[in-house]
């Protein structure tokens, strides 16, 4: 038996033709129509082939969702964070398996796709810490012998929706933090790694059978469009979490707002790391190699662009293609590859189309620059001399493409890095701390995540993750990201004998 029939063996996963999971445990009986193919992009080649799911199927999840979730609120919020603490544990029993169906599913490297189930885990710990920190407040009446406070309550069945970069990570992101607060969750997938959704779906289903609980956590596999947007239009459910990019974010978020719903949107970053004159290089290097590498260059804070002292510039790029040089391309479950492939064809044209525009734009490439003729859907880290303004540095391009620009004071290269569309993450490494408080100030950077002699990629989960303009303002995790998917309520007790107005009005006396 090969690792990918083991993995999914493991995993739970024994036919290649499962449609969507219910919370229930059910799976669809759907087994006519078009498959939906599971492609390893290490090889191009099919990994499994599924079911999706109907609109049939979509109606009898969101059915039990609703239902389980009149029940679900009324659970004591410790109780619900013991559910989620007997997830993580089964997480962390199938950390390898798991991580190696990431791997295997969108190409990341071993190392990262164990890290992303372990991010899975911290998050299901921090999750079970917030289930008994679901603060209100109590504020001080105007009025006499009254008494006012606040609380929150569970919101109802959500929507999640996520992306193939990180395919299992942001689910639990949210998923955790909405079932303490007393949630239920239908969970939409990329339909470009519906595996680990279905794998983590299993582990799910064992637990709420194990512990007596049905309807939780959903899954509902397509990729139809206009089925997706059945949850984006449901008045049922009251918050959409949609990850991805800025044109479908809109999208979601005119539909849903339309209906007055809530959105959570973590959409896409154009992430720069400032190097200054004081930093330390070699630091700065391996901050950026990862930023800009890791993950083939399909995060969201992916390091996109870099501007470096002209002072450092020389020095820095020179150490900058020398570590290019020495990263191995390859099979991402092999032990020494840095850089896996990417997702599929369309983002190899992409890769190609970028450095096209840049060639047009007069961009000199300092490394890299070609797609390797091997099967599989694999690129060159690319490295390329380029100016802020052009309109492919604007954008985010989701593969391993670094631009580099110089500036001259910390003031030009703060400017140049908060003037593209997008907002999500930062960084500046430096050694002076006058410089370093500039680039954290409110005149400083303009992202959700700002950094300091750490790169832009690889947040953790006690801080709330988002950022702002195009990328969608959401936050998800850490801090006080819990009240997204809680609804606030106003409380006010006269334990008096009068009836005072606020404001100090006298009416019919």
């Known amino acids: 038996m090969n690792s990918i029939q083991t993995a999914l063996r493991d995993l739970g996963i024994q036919a290649v033709n499962s449609g969507g999971s219910s919370g229930s445990g059910w799976w669809s009986g759907r087994n006519d129509g078009s498959l939906l193919q599971s492609i390893n992009p290490s090889s191009g080649e099919q990994i499994a082939g599924i079911y999706p799911c109907s609109s049939e199927d979509y109606q009898r999840i969101l059915k039990t969702s609703v239902e389980t979730f009149r029940a679900w609120r009324l659970v004591p919020a410790p109780k619900r ?76 069945p959500i929507g999640v929706i996520t992306a193939f970069n990180f395919p299992v990570a942001v689910w639990a992101w949210n998923a955790f933090i909405a079932a303490i607060a007393g949630d239920t969750v239908i969970w939409k997938p990329s339909p470009k790694a519906p595996l680990c959704a279905i794998a983590v779906q299993n582990i799910c289903n064992r637990v709420m059978q194990q512990q007596g609980y049905a309807g939780i956590f959903s899954l509902f596999i397509t990729d139809q469009t206009n089925l997706a947007e059945l949850m984006v239009q449901d008045i049922r459910l009251p918050l959409i979490s949609f990850t991805g990019s800025v044109a479908v974010g809109r999208r979601v978020a005119s539909i849903v707002g339309q209906r007055l719903g809530r ?107 070609h797609v390797l ?48 569309p997008q907002g999500l993450s930062s960084a500046m490494f430096s050694n002076d701390i006058r410089r370093t408080g500039q680039f954290l100030s409110a005149a400083g950077s303009d992202c959700g995540i700002a950094n300091i002699n750490i790169g832009t990629s690889g947040a953790e989960i006690g801080g709330a993750f988002g950022g702002e303009k195009e990328t969608g303002g959401g936050r998800e995790a850490g801090s006080d990201a819990w009240k997204a998917y809680m609804r606030r309520q106003t409380n006010t007790i006269n334990w008096g004998t009068d009836l005072p107005l606020a404001q100090g009005i006298k009416f019919g006396e």
């Open 81 to 156: 964070g013991e559910l989620v603490r007997l997830i993580g544990q089964a997480l962390r029993e199938k950390k390898d398996q798991l991580g190696t169906l990431v791997s295997l599913e969108v190409g990341k490297i071993k190392a990262e796709g164990d890290g992303e189930v372990q991010e899975m885990i911290d998050m299901a710990d921090f999750a079970v810490g917030q289930a008994r920190m679901l603060y209100g407040a109590t504020m001080q009446s105007e009025r006499p012998a009254h008494h006012m406070s606040e609380q929150w309550h569970p919101l109802g």
């Open 263 to 369: 959105t959570l949107l973590e959409l896409s970053g154009n992430n720069a790391v400032i190097v200054d004159d004081t930093a330390d290089l070699d630091m700065a290097v391996r901050a950026i190699l990862f930023g800009a590498v890791g993950t083939a260059g399909q995060r969201c804070t992916t390091t996109r662009r870099l501007f470096v002292h002209e002072s450092q510039y020389e020095q820095l790029a020179g150490k900058l293609v020398k570590a290019y040089a020495q990263v191995r391309i390859g099979n991402p479950l092999e032990p020494d590859v840095l850089l896996g492939p990417l997702i599929d064809q369309a983002a190899v044209e992409s890769y190609r189309a970028a450095l096209d525009e840049v060639k047009k734009e007069g961009g000199e490439i300092l490394c890299g620059g």
């Open 373 to 420: 003729n091997r099967p599989g859907h694999f690129v060159e880290p690319t490295i390329v001399h380029a100016q802020n303004q052009w309109p492919i540095v604007q954008r985010e391009t989701f593969s391993p493409i670094l631009y580099v620009m110089t500036f001259r004071t910390i003031e030009e290269a703060i400017a140049m890095q908060n003037d593209v």
